[in-house]
């Protein structure tokens, strides 16, 4: 019975991230209120304030769906006992930074997600402090300190040149990568976004590696 309640409490929990995904993109973050939320689901504002105390609590869930689908992306890369990473390597995070980017192209809730980061927003309102946080310092690990920690992990083993700055790589492979898929989507590029990618972290890997 415990595990029955478990799994309709989870249930619940995706649909409401999902109408509110939709909602925050479609009203606008700061427009999108709880009673929108639960009237679109049919339910209670109550029940989704069971799930989730605040607005702030349920666009942090959604950061967390994202960065978690990542994590085990990378993950999948490295053997079963290594939980701190130490075998990644550049190359690696810009596989999955290219296959990520051609994912959020093809998935609609991705590319929602994208627009909703990107364009809905206001990050200077003091009510996004804690996501604005949350996505700087990347507590999740995500690919920001992912490539960091790959770029110190080249450069300890000797593939990377010693002047080299992991913080300021994997700022310019995040730019790159954020710039790229949102002309894409945009639609203000219409190149393959897969083949410009690599070919940009292959400029950057050229001139950082020894």
């Not at 799994?7 to 909602?23: D, F, P, Q």
């Not at 995070?93 to 990107?118: S, Y």
Request: hydrophobic share 50%.
């Amino acid at each position: 019975m415990a595990r029955k309640a478990k799994a309709e409490a989870e249930k619940t929990r995706t649909r409401i991230l999902a109408s509110a995904l939709s909602l925050f993109v479609k009203k606008g973050y700061e427009r999108t209120t709880f009673t929108d939320i639960a009237a679109r689901l049919k339910m209670t504002k109550g029940a989704v304030y069971w799930h989730f105390e605040s607005k702030e609590a349920l666009l942090l869930a959604l950061v967390d769906e994202m960065v978690a689908k990542f994590r085990r992306q990378l993950s999948g890369l490295l053997p079963p006992d290594d939980a701190t990473f130490d075998a990644l390597s550049f190359n690696d995070v810009a596989k999955i930074m290219l296959e990520n980017a051609g994912r959020i192209i093809a998935d609609p809730k991705g590319t929602a997600f994208f627009l909703l980061i990107h364009e809905q927003l206001r990050w200077a309102h003091a009510s996004m402090e804690k996501v604005r946080e949350d996505l700087l310092v990347n507590t999740r690990f995500g690919p920001w300190a992912a490539m960091k920690k790959a770029v110190e992990n080249d450069k300890a083993s000797g593939a990377v040149k010693p002047g080299v700055d992991p913080v300021k790589i994997a700022t310019v492979c995040t730019a790159i990568w954020d710039g790229l898929v949102h002309m894409r989507i945009a639609g203000v590029i219409a190149c393959d976004l897969n083949e410009t990618l690599a070919e940009s972290y292959a400029a950057v890997w050229k001139s950082i590696r020894v």
